[in-house]
Structures are given as C-alpha cells and as structure tokens.
C-alpha cells in the first residue's frame, strides 16, 4: 500500500492512531505459526518472509517488503492464530495497530479504508491463485499459473520478480534446480525470456494453452 511513500509520510497519516513501532533484526522471528494475531502490521523498512516450517521441509509463503501491511486476515477472523511463521529477512522496523484501534482509524480516514480494502482484495487474489496452483501436477504449469498471475496484477508481460528465485521456487512447491532447468526449457521453447531480476512473456496464448491441458 505505502511502498512509493516514506516513513514520515506514514507516521504523519498514523498520527491519530495508537501504535507501537519495533525493530527486528536478520533472521528474527516476529510471530510463530499458532500465535495470537491481535495487531495489524506494516511494515517502515525492511523486508519479511511468511514461511511454513514442516519438520525438516520449509515451504516459503509469500513475501513483503517496504509499505506491506500483514496480519490484517487473521486479525479480523474468528480463528486469529498465525498460519504460519513470520521471519524478518532483513533488518526490519514495523510498526503495529491493534485491530480495534485499526477500525477505528478505518472509519476517520475513508480514503485510507479504501486503499487498504483494494490491497486487501489483491491479496486475495495471490492467494485463490496459490491454492489452484496446487492443483497443477507439472512444474511447467505451476510456473505458467505464476507468470499469468504476475501478468495480471503488473499488467504487464515484463514481469518483475519480487523475491529471489530460491523463494519463487519454495513457493511453487518446487526445488531451486527444477525451476532453473524449466525456464531454461521454457525460453528455448520461446515462451519467455529471462534475467535475474524480469521475466518477459513472449507467447501469452501458449502459455494459457499449457494451463488449460
């Protein structure tokens, strides 16, 4: 929601509301899964991870990076645990509103209610996509699902990653390698085109093809 805009810019719009700000180091957990979640949080600067710790296997969730609100869905439901655990991936300072003081300022700022309800039906959207994308059985099809959902939320066929390929790849479902060999498969296939930090989709209508097989 805010990531264009500075922390003063956040704490002045904040000014009315009651919260509380706390600074996280690299790797620091911020809330296990089965925590509580009573607060919404934003995040001023740094970057988090939400990850999901099986046993010995970790399958990385989502990502969120400066200007990120979390914690919003499991805050206002009726079973208000972490899903999952929040992990600090960088340095991070977040600051955080109790739910009622949330509302609260909801209903003073309709502007700011308004933002935050489209951010929160994107969210939604990412994560209706996550759910079908385990309904896929080839990786090429999980990656297909994840271009055209970036594609549609960029709106865009440059495609901007936001995370590391390591975590794309926790969040297919997927090893590191796997996701490597079938880009490569991909771009020899000229559907796509990548570098570190963009993939460029060169064949939309093939890749909604290999989704509907």
Not at 64 to 71: E, W
Not at 90 to 112: A, G, L, V
Not at 135 to 140: A, D, R, Y
């Amino acid at each position: 929601m805010f990531r264009d805009k500075s922390e003063e810019y956040i704490l002045d719009l904040f000014k009315d509301a009651n919260y509380t700000i706390k600074n996280y180091a690299k790797n620091h957990i911020i809330a296990m899964e089965g925590d509580t979640c009573s607060s919404i949080g934003l995040i001023l600067d740094g970057s988090i991870d939400i990850k999901r710790i099986l046993g010995t296997k970790v399958i990385h969730v989502s990502s969120f990076g400066k200007g990120h609100i979390f914690g919003e869905v499991i805050a206002f439901s009726d079973i208000n645990l972490y899903p999952a655990t929040v992990m600090s991936s960088t340095y991070s300072k977040i600051m955080f509103i109790n739910k009622n003081n949330f509302i609260r300022f909801c209903t003073s700022h309709s502007d700011f209610l308004e933002m935050f309800l489209n951010d929160l039906s994107n969210k939604i959207f990412v994560l209706n996509n996550s759910i079908t994308n385990l309904t896929f059985n080839s990786i090429k099809q999980k990656i297909c699902n994840f271009l055209i959902t970036e594609y549609k939320l960029q709106n865009s066929e440059n495609i901007k990653l936001k995370m590391t390929k390591e975590k794309i790849a926790e969040s297919l479902g997927i090893t590191r390698p796997s996701l490597s060999r079938e880009l490569i498969n991909m771009k020899d296939m000229g559907l796509i085109d990548y570098s570190r930090s963009h993939i460029k989709i060169l064949d939309l209508e093939e890749i909604e093809n290999i989704l509907a097989e």
